[in-house]
């Protein structure tokens, strides 16, 4: 069953936020031109309207080659409305969407450049990897297919009204990249602006790399931010900063959902892709999970609703009991 919560208040925190983008980054809206944010930020907490989704995983790479335009307009029509992205960096420092640390697995590196010894993105130009064929390997309908650029990714959910989980991938292999896609995003400040309580989420960063996610967290303080992975029980009150926790699916049961959402957390886990594994998410009380297939994902959300509805007419119980399991679930408030 999806959990019952009680709103005891509106609890909101303005914070005063020193966020160090480097001085020679872009001046962007918000900030002086030292980088540090010169307006309070509000951080935004969970609302018990808030709905369940199913994230559209890499775009949507049940349907069409992930991290690329194309996925994040299947992702569109297959009712996504929200997408998840990998950013990576190439060797002149330009943002790129790739889930991979190399570029063997999804596009045609090594017939493009077939003397070069690397294939860690890394070690490519943007120019080269313009060269990249990112679409054939997954279908011949999308020969062609570049490797966008995270601006260009940004710029096309936005005319989708998609919205966004960004995930930073590898960070270790690129250092400060977390201030550059704070810059990215602050290029286009519509990103930061919050959608209303019933809606998903605008924006969430989120990374398998805590510290960097925190440091990303610094420079984008309104941004709700999400740790991947599983978070050991003993350590969840380390992380109050944090919005979410995404573990995989397979390393979760109720009482670890039950307990996140204790902690002021909410949790939508990867990679769900069968029915089976969806409809038992759900009746953890998740708040959303992340799968390749949005389609199917929306059906499984609006099936377990109807039949919490369902249950509800059959109880005995008051109307505010039995309305209450129809609405996503709400958390705690924690002072993040």
Avoid: C
Wanted: no cysteine; aromatic share 6%; glycine share 6%.
């Amino acid at each position: 069953m999806h959990r019952i919560g009680i709103v005891f208040g509106v609890v909101s925190l303005v914070l005063a936020v020193s966020a160090p983008i480097a001085a020679s980054a872009v001046h962007a809206p918000g900030l002086d031109p030292l980088g540090t944010t010169t307006e309070p930020v509000i951080v935004q907490h969970a609302d018990p309207q808030r709905p369940i989704i199913a994230v559209s995983h890499r775009g949507a790479a049940g349907h069409a080659p992930e991290n690329t335009l194309a996925g994040l307009d299947a992702a569109r029509r297959f009712g996504a409305l929200t997408v998840e992205i990998d950013v990576q960096r190439t060797k002149d420092g330009e943002l790129v969407l790739l889930h991979d640390a190399t570029l063997t697995r999804t596009t045609d590196v090594e017939e493009v450049f077939p003397d070069r010894e690397s294939r860690l993105v890394a070690d490519y130009t943007l120019a080269e990897v313009r060269r990249l064929d990112a679409g054939s390997w997954f279908s011949p309908e999308f020969e062609g297919e570049p490797v966008p650029t995270l601006g260009e990714a940004l710029d096309r959910m936005r005319d989708l009204d998609l919205n966004l989980f960004l995930e930073i991938k590898e960070p270790a292999r690129y250092p400060r990249i977390e201030r550059e896609i704070a810059v990215e995003l602050l290029r286009r400040p519509a990103w930061l602006e919050h959608n209303p309580a019933w809606e998903p989420r605008r924006l969430v960063v989120q990374s398998f790399d805590w510290e960097v996610t925190r440091s990303s967290k610094r420079l984008l303080p309104s941004v709700p931010h999400a740790l991947l992975g599983r978070v050991p029980e003993d350590r969840l009150s380390e992380f109050t900063w944090a919005h979410m926790v995404n573990p995989n699916h397979t390393t979760i049961d109720e009482d670890y959902v039950e307990l996140l959402h204790e902690h002021g957390y909410e949790t939508m886990p990867y990679t769900v892709n069968s029915r089976a594994a969806m409809d038992a998410v759900l009746r953890m009380g998740v708040d959303g999970f992340i799968t390749d297939y949005p389609d199917a994902g929306q059906r499984a959300i609006r099936d377990f609703l109807d039949d919490e509805g369902r249950e509800g007419e059959d109880r005995d119980d008051t109307p505010e009991q039995v309305a209450t399991p129809l609405l996503p679930a709400p958390l705690v408030p924690v002072l993040h």
